[in-house]
């Protein structure tokens, strides 16, 4: 299955301003997802995030807070923009392990945000 | 859209003894079903995975049934040990179309020594 490094780990910011997230796959990928999980929550799905074209963004959340990029099949990015309290989370980012295969979705290891 | 739903929310079991959890899932077009570990700190991890095609699956102690009728789909672990205690997640997706992944809200299991 596909190898994710995601960073920063963690990371404590002051409200108002932004953080870049960073997921590279060890193997090109088609879907790449970012998620959300709040403390003691569920994973809630942010976006699927497409090479050559626009995030596709699920109901409450929007690009204007969370931008996506996607340059290549191996590497996207999210950030979180003007932030509150609220946005204190862990950010996932998960791939598609593959059609036809037993590879299922492969998580990486998380950004755990902190706003103050 | 999709939506999964999952029970019991805790579950509480002594080591040795069996534990199922539950999911029901709302979109027919739904078709891969995977469960996912979560210990602490740490990041979901695939335990098994079911497709459509099937209605069962296993692998060692751990056991996964698919009812496409009645679009539920539930998870077995047998013989319990305290290091299967963790969040479990279960979640559908539709291979066919978006492949997004929708998790149900998660079963925190308690193996009891």
């Known amino acids: 299955s596909a190898v994710i490094s995601q960073k920063p780990s963690r990371d404590i910011c002051q409200r108002g301003t932004s953080l870049t997230i960073q997921c590279q796959v060890d193997?090109?990928?088609?879907?790449m997802f970012w998620y959300r999980q709040q403390p003691g929550q569920s994973l809630t799905l942010i976006a699927t995030a497409n090479q050559g074209s626009e995030a596709t963004y699920e109901s409450g959340f929007v690009i204007d807070k969370f931008p996506i990029s996607r340059p290549n099949l191996t590497f996207s990015t999210l950030t979180v923009s003007n932030m509150s309290p609220e946005d204190s989370s862990i950010y996932l980012c998960?791939?598609?392990?593959?059609?036809?295969?037993?590879?299922?979705?492969?998580f990486g290891s998380g950004t755990r945000l902190t706003v103050v | 859209g999709e939506n999964v739903e999952q029970h019991p929310s805790t579950l509480s079991v002594q080591e040795g003894d069996s534990a199922v959890i539950k999911c029901t899932y709302s979109?027919?077009?739904?078709?891969?079903f995977p469960w996912y570990k979560q210990e602490l700190g740490k990041r979901p991890q695939l335990i098994i995975d079911i497709r459509s095609n099937v209605g069962e699956k296993k692998d060692q102690r751990i056991a996964v049934t698919l009812n496409k009728t009645a679009k539920h789909f539930s998870l077995h672990i047998t013989e319990t040990q305290p290091e299967d205690s963790a969040v479990y997640f279960c979640?559908?997706?539709?291979?066919?179309?978006?492949?997004?992944?929708?998790f149900g809200s998660g079963t925190r299991l308690l193996v009891r020594p």
């Open positions: 979640a559908a997706s539709n291979e066919d179309s978006s492949y997004k992944l929708i």
């Open positions: 979109d027919s077009a739904s078709n891969y």
């Open positions: 998960s791939v598609e392990g593959g059609r036809g295969g037993n590879y299922g979705y492969t």
């Open positions: 193997s090109q990928v088609t879907m």
